[in-house]
């Protein structure tokens, strides 16, 4: 007997006009100790699911069919009181978002207290002991038990949940995208954790996800959901080794792996399908490259085919189609001729020279009067980059080492303090001289949210035509520019589009309306801050796409800033990555990614799952977080958290031509030469050290 | 920012407050076309030269700016002087008038504030039910209604119509109680406090009942007690978790409101005959007992400005994320 079993589950929301139909049974189990992974793209039903299986869905959903038997109890016909036993002491939940699932007004030793004292009676003092004990588990000072949520980082937090879910050694725990949003170093750490306790523990663990390389990476079974259906379904190295369904080798077509550069990005194209109907079809036709009348008639059952389950007609084309989809011409993707790039010939369209902004701390009047010299923030610490026509230069690094501010300052939204920017040879300066129109007609910006960065009660035509406005074009010019440009990216035809509103379009379809307002005025530079990390995978390759085209088209040089390694590496010509306000290596893509110099740009590399589940990669323990960019040591800057790190580096700061050959260059004094003995093996020792202190034990409940 | 110097300059800001409204006080009194004595002269009470004697008196023949720094120091440091009418020190007036008045607002104010607080909670926690809506509509009718046609109800139903309660004033005529224990402390006082303070009670209560329902339905989907609900939190429980995230506002509210606390004051006295500063303030200005007046306006002014503060302080102690230094 499984210690989960779900079975045949149909869930429903209740809404005003139809309910939506968002799991459509569902069946798995899940053995005791055995990590299980629930993956598709967001709005597939994932998180319903986790929350039926603890009795949390919102208030208008509903279990329609099926049961959900834990340890052979049947959930399902629990009362509230019955649930509230079962919730935490036997199955423990990891919440999707920690940033808003901490009670904001309690210290978080008090939340995961409570959780402990709910269901053992036991004294303050004992549970607190408990509580310094999770937090020595997760890798948390014990000591910061007594702090509010918001007195943490994003990755702190979700270490808090994580601590709070194993309070009680449960049987179960249900970590709901327990990574989403956070670094690639931060997250392979958190993976890192939450297996090493689990498996300490010997508990289960059900990963949901949308991140196939994590999944692959982590979970011994899996199932790929879409729809509210199961798509495909069985061990994890199979599906994602060779997948069967045309669905799976989609997602896993959309999840380039770093060293796939020059690659084009294959999505699939379309949208979710209508859950307001229950699904007569394959959920999955009206996207698939496949699909024939059949599809349309029934939804394929599972059928077992090459030791996992699989739901498709045509499972015995499996292997045809998986060729055939590695053709972005199957998915309707114009193939780009990919010889064709013209980088690095082109003219200078940016240079930034030992650009600086640097944020005044702020300090007590006092402290003004006696004229101490106040802190700063160097957010960005000397700076050279440049881009050329035609050129995507990308800027990697994890959060807080000062990318979006670089990208503002260069985009002139903020004033640099310190440094050069020069646009097509000319000073910014010049170009903002007297008022911004002729700056803001060759750079122009792309925010990170789609959602935030339309106004919501402006029409798609209103939106894209008022840059040109303000230039001062007249109607039949501004007319023909706005048609033109949102058909350029993708939203076609015009018409259909240009009278709707934000809130009427898709998040991708929103993110295209934001890049056409950029693209309107024919900027020969453009600065894009994450522009797609708020997006599905699907919608994410695509936007790439767009960027890609236009850069070739319009010889426009394009600024590309982002965590995300693996979209940078596909579309970024030349690849800069930055730590704490400085450019720690740049060169050109492949040289970046096959060769990395600085120890730190390797970790990155390192440190982004492989959805080949046949590679068997060592995880990147770089140990703390990037420290506060205030009071920085001298010398280099990574050299707290180096290994390689030694006297030298500790003095004077390394140039950036420290390591320089062809264009690649690295600010580091002894660049790396070999990635796993040098840093991965070190970092783990490192760990292992530290871990060996803690484990000599405490109470345990 | 330390919270000792976030104290220290929103008490200066305060202190600065307070100069302000005094200073306007002095002013719009000074710049009335007729001064209190011409009145009298003109009623035929005192001549020309005895005016003059008083106005000396009363120190109004010195240059404008002494009379200001006079001023000023004197409702500084509470020396309001004699009242014009009434020939006895304003303090004596305005002091009890002022307490009555708190005896019955501020009781009034707390229990409203936590009862409607926690009805409102509840009701935003079962959201659509029966209770919800009742108590919305209700509290939202008392709201809408002036205070005194409200009282004015109260007291044709429980005096005039069943003659459960006295209809006027604070005590029996016949009664002659000394000190305040003695005259609150009392069945009687208590049977004249019922109807007034149910009259405030009722019409503060919309307020905290919407913003507490407000703040639970707007947390109620919040990921954090989805958390909570997952740790096995029961209903209860995590609905004073929801509470406590909603007490901000409220509280803040609860300082705003307090600050405000005079308004409405007046009507609400007149109605009941409350002996309250309200209707001392009436009389003074129908008697242009300026002294009076001014001390009165002064005392009110001072409260919203106090309250006020509390309410900054309140709002940067309960609030972890408020670093003292944004506020
Ligand atoms: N409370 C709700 N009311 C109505 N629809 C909902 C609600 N919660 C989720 N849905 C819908 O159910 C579907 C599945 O959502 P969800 O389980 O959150 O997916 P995932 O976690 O895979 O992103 C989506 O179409 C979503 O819009
Ligand atoms: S059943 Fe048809 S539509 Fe569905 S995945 Fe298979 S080929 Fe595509
Ligand atoms: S210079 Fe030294 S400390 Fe800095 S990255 Fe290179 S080896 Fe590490
Ligand atoms: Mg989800």
Not at chain 1, 187 to 207: A, N, T
Not at chain 1, 478 to 491: A, F, K, N, Q
């Amino acid at each position: 007997m499984s210690l989960l079993e779900v079975d045949d589950v149909k869930i429903a929301y209740r809404m005003p006009g139809d309910d939506v139909h968002a799991v459509n049974g569902v069946s798995f189990s899940i053995d005791e100790g055995d990590n299980y992974g629930l993956v598709g793209e967001s709005g597939c039903g994932k998180s319903t699911l986790a929350k039926s299986v603890l009795g949390l869905l919102d208030d208008n959903g509903e279990v329609r069919r099926g049961s959900v038997r834990f340890d052979g109890r049947d959930l399902l016909d629990l009362s509230e009181r019955e649930w509230q036993s079962v919730r935490w002491e036997d199955i423990a939940y990891i919440p999707q978002s920690a940033m808003d699932s901490l009670d904001p007004v309690m210290t978080v030793g008090a939340q995961i207290r409570q959780a402990i004292r709910k269901h053992r009676d036991v004294s303050k003092a004992t549970a607190n002991e408990r509580v310094a004990e999770v937090f020595e588990m997760v890798g948390l000072d014990p000591d910061r038990t007594g702090n509010y949520p918001h007195q943490f980082s994003g990755g702190m937090r979700q270490r808090v949940t994580i601590a709070m879910a194993l309070a009680l050694d449960p049987d179960l725990l249900i970590a709901d995208e327990p990574t989403t949003g956070l670094d690639v170093i931060v997250q392979d750490k958190i993976v890192d954790k939450l297996i090493e306790i689990q498996e300490e523990i010997g508990s289960s663990l059900l990963l949901i996800t949308h991140d196939v390389g994590v999944v692959a990476e982590t979970c011994d079974e899996t199932s790929v959901l879409y729809g509210g259906k199961v798509m495909e379904q069985g061990d994890t190295d199979r599906i994602f080794g060779a997948p069967t369904n045309p669905y799976t080798i989609g997602l896993k077509n959309a999840f380039p792996e770093v060293d796939q550069f020059d690659e084009q990005a294959i999505s699939i194209p379309g949208s979710l399908p209508d859950l307001t109907r229950e699904p007569t079809g394959c959920v999955f036709r009206n996207r698939c490259p496949f699909a024939t009348e059949e599809c349309e008639g029934s939804h394929p059952a599972l059928v077992e085919v090459d030791g996992r389950l699989s739901a498709c007609h045509y499972t015995d084309r499996a292997d045809e189609m998986r060729a055939e989809a590695a053709d972005p011409a199957t998915w309707g993707i114009d193939v780009r001729d990919e010889g064709d790039r013209t980088a690095g010939v082109g003219n200078a369209i940016l240079e930034t020279r030992d650009l600086e902004k640097w944020f005044r701390q702020p300090q007590g009047i006092l402290d003004d009067l006696r004229g101490v010299d106040p802190d700063y923030v160097k957010a960005v610490n000397g700076v050279d980059l440049s881009v050329r026509e035609g050129e995507i230069v990308g800027v990697a690094g994890e959060s807080g080492c000062g990318k979006s501010t670089l990208a503002e300052v260069i985009a002139a939204l903020q004033d640099r303090t310190g440094g050069e920017i020069l646009i097509e040879g000319t000073p910014v300066d010049e170009l903002l001289g007297e008022d911004t129109k002729e700056f803001r007609s060759r750079v122009q910006f792309i925010f990170q949210d789609p959602f935030d960065s339309l106004n919501p009660r402006q029409r798609v035509r209103a939106a894209v035509s008022e840059p040109l406005k303000i230039q001062g074009h007249d109607a039949e010019t501004i007319d023909r520019r706005v048609r033109r440009t949102v058909e350029d990216v993708g939203l076609r035809p015009a018409e259909k589009y240009l009278d709707q509103l934000p809130t009427q379009l898709s998040g991708g379809e929103r993110q295209r309306v934001a890049i056409a307002q950029a693209l309107v005025l024919d900027p020969t530079l453009l600065i894009c801050d994450e522009p797609a990390s708020m997006l599905d995978v699907s919608l994410k390759a695509n936007i790439l796409n767009i960027l890609r085209e236009k850069a070739d088209e319009r010889d426009i040089g394009i600024v590309y800033i982002s965590h995300d390694l693996a979209s940078l590496t596909q579309i970024a010509d030349r690849l800069a990555v930055m730590y704490l306000g400085r450019i720690a290596e740049v060169g050109a893509t492949e040289d970046v990614v096959t060769a990395p110099k600085h120890p730190y740009t390797a970790s990155l590399l390192a440190a982004s799952p492989k959805t080949d589940p046949a590679v068997d990669r060592r995880r990147v323990l770089l140990p703390g977080e990037p420290p506060n960019p205030v009071d920085l040591p001298g010398g280099c800057n990574f050299a707290p958290r180096c290994p390689k790190a030694e006297e030298t580096c500790r003095g004077e700061e390394p140039e950036r031509s420290a390591f320089a050959d062809d264009g690649h260059e690295a600010a580091c004094y002894f660049p790396v030469e070999d990635v796993e003995t040098e840093l991965l093996e070190r970092y783990a020792a490192a760990r292992e050290e530290e871990v060996g202190e803690v484990v000599e034990d405490g109470p345990t409940l | 920012m330390s919270f000792r110097r976030f104290l220290i300059k929103r008490t200066v800001i305060a202190a600065l407050l307070t100069l302000i409204a005094v200073s306007i006080i002095f002013a719009t009194l000074r710049l009335l076309p007729a001064d209190p004595f011409s009145a009298l002269v003109a009623s035929g009470s005192l001549t020309p030269e005895e005016v003059e004697q008083v106005r000396a008196m009363y120190g109004l023949d010195d240059p404008i700016y002494v009379q200001y720094l006079r001023y000023v120091e004197n409702l500084f440091t509470f020396e309001f002087g004699i009242s014009l009418t009434q020939q006895r020190p304003v303090g004596e007036i305005i002091v009890p008038a002022l307490v009555n008045t708190l005896v019955l607002l501020l009781p009034a104010l707390v229990v409203t504030a936590i009862l409607s607080s926690l009805a409102g909670m509840y009701a935003g926690w079962n959201r659509g039910s029966w209770f919800e809506q009742s108590s919305i509509v209700a509290t939202t009718v008392f709201r809408a209604t002036p205070i005194f046609v409200t009282g004015i109800f109260l007291l044709i139903i429980f005096s005039y119509g069943l003659g459960w309660l006295p209809a006027f004033g604070m005590r029996s005529p016949l009664a002659n109680p000394q000190g305040y224990v003695a005259t609150y402390a009392s069945v009687d006082f208590l049977r004249h406090y019922i109807l007034p303070f149910t009259a405030t009670v009722l019409f503060y209560s919309g307020d905290f009942l919407m913003l507490a329902r407000n703040s639970v339905v707007e947390r109620k989907g919040s990921e954090f007690l989805m958390l909570h609900r997952a740790k096995g939190l029961s209903e209860m429980e995590q609905l004073g978790r929801a509470g406590r995230n909603s007490l901000l506002p409220l509280v803040t509210y609860f300082a705003l409101r307090t600050g405000m606390l005079f308004q409405g004051v007046i009507t609400l006295e007149v109605v009941f005959a409350w002996p309250g500063i309200g209707r001392a303030l009436v009389q003074a200005i129908l008697n242009q007992d300026y002294p009076t007046v001014q001390a009165a306006v002064f005392i009110m002014a001072l409260a919203v400005i106090v309250m006020n503060l509390t309410a900054d302080l309140a709002y940067a102690k309960l609030d972890p994320t408020v670093e003292t230094g944004d506020v």
